[in-house]
């Protein structure tokens, strides 16, 4: 069934394509601002916002495969709203932000349930989607690389602590949401047309490249998992003799390239030196008193006696610096009910995406990608915190669209098959 029912009996089919095609224009667009997150509300924010709005205005609707998703995060953010209450002076400038901050959790929650909606309507999104994520993703990733090495004058601002973070706030954000990008395109060059991979592989050394400009280890971390478990995925994928040695002649060249790159951009010292302060396993600020994980133990503790949770961003008041553990920030800030929605929505997730990842699909290498990558981020919020990371609502979303197709195609394959 499709998902989107103008209300309108008298518009005709091509009035009916030319807003489909608009509306598809216009989310391409959203997709494409989501590389540009300076300051917040960042524009991203108020242009999906007012597509969400439109879009279920002309009506868009939930369907039965995506309606568990919103319920979930629905109920997250309600554990979110609870832990307000547990907020002293709600109303003083001071805590203003409090509020906010979990009406930005809600918005991303809608808009995970959102692209999920609109890539159930057509599967054909998927590419634009991810076509346009590469392009946001090379020009922010363009950006902080000529900032990092202060290509024109006031290239600065895409950098921070001398570290690329392009069009980003933080460069643990930047380098994540990279990383999407950079394996689509690994993805085409390994089955792709071999006379367009030179310009894809352009285009995976800027984002590579950006990557490590980061000096976000949670970045490289991510990138090197994502990378491996493409290249094995594809494997049991594909199991021709030829096929496996394409991949295996193109994954060491790429290693071979990307060794001899490491080592050409490890002879400027501003590079050598932050790259070797960044390599080391444990930093300053996470080991020793109120280090990191000592918050975390400490966190852990406070929050089992805390239900309700302590409030959005009142866990840096009490210990100078963030939880930066995703599972340790949902209990602070959503409670106990906020944690046990998150963990059961990525639960279910992980499960969609393991249960169709290698079935023969127009969309499996978009829902490939997307599981991939959401794994490793489940990887990393050990240490990171990614409930504000708008690209990984945006694969949640995808996840969760495509295992609506498989829905929709299992039902149709049905009827046909009870056809007389």
């Not at 929650?109 to 991810?130: G, H, Q, T």
């Not at 352009?202 to 493409?230: E, K, Y």
């Not at 059961?344 to 978009?366: A, D, H, V």
Request: with cysteine; glycine share 8%.
């Amino acid at each position: 069934m499709s998902a989107i029912n103008l209300p309108y009996p008298r518009v005709d089919r091509p009035q009916l394509a030319a807003l489909r095609l608009i509306g598809t224009a216009c989310v391409a667009f959203g997709v494409f601002l989501s590389g540009f997150v300076i300051a917040e509300p960042a524009p991203y924010e108020l242009w999906v916002a007012f597509l969400i709005g439109i879009w279920f205005i002309l009506g868009l609707k939930i369907s039965r495969n995506v309606a568990p998703l919103l319920a979930l995060f629905l109920t997250f953010n309600v554990g979110g709203m609870l832990s307000l209450t547990q907020m002293r002076d709600l109303g003083a400038n001071a805590h203003l932000d409090g509020p906010i901050y979990i009406a930005v959790s809600t918005f991303l929650a809608l808009s995970s349930v959102f692209y999920a909606a609109i890539i159930e309507d057509s599967e054909k999104r998927l590419k634009l989607i991810f076509n346009i994520w590469v392009i946001a993703a090379l020009i922010t990733a363009s950006l902080g690389i000529l900032g990092y090495f202060h290509a024109f004058p006031g290239a600065e601002i895409f950098t921070r602590y001398d570290r690329a973070m392009g069009a980003f706030q933080d460069p643990n954000v930047f380098g994540p949401y990279l990383v999407t990008p950079t394996i689509y395109l690994m993805h085409g060059i390994l089955i792709g047309d071999l006379k367009k991979a030179p310009i894809k592989g352009v285009g995976l050394f800027v984002l590579a490249f950006g990557i490590f400009l980061s000096f976000s280890r949670a970045a490289w971390g991510l990138f090197s998992f994502a990378s491996a478990m493409l290249i094995f995925c594809m494997l049991l994928k594909h199991r021709s003799n030829a096929f496996r040695l394409r991949i295996l002649v193109m994954s060491l060249t790429a290693i071979i390239l990307m060794v001899v790159l490491l080592i050409v951009a490890l002879q400027f010292h501003q590079v050598s030196d932050l790259f070797s302060t960044r390599t080391q396993l444990v930093q300053d600020y996470d080991g020793g008193h109120l280090g990191r994980f000592e918050r975390h133990r400490i966190g852990f503790m406070l929050s089992m006696e805390r239900p309700l949770g302590i409030g959005p961003l009142v866990f840096s008041t009490l210990f100078r610096e963030d939880e930066h553990n995703i599972w340790l920030k949902t209990l602070t800030t959503y409670g106990w009910l906020g944690f046990l929605c998150w963990v059961s929505m990525i639960c279910w997730t992980i499960y969609i995406g393991f249960r169709n990842l290698l079935k023969e699909r127009p969309w499996q290498p978009y829902l490939m990608i997307a599981w991939i990558v959401i794994l490793g981020h489940v990887g990393i919020g050990n240490v990171i915190d990614t409930d504000h990371w708008r690209h990984l609502y945006m694969l949640i979303g995808i996840v969760w669209g495509c295992g609506a197709l498989e829905q929709q195609y299992q039902r149709s394959l049905a009827r046909r098959e009870a056809a007389p």
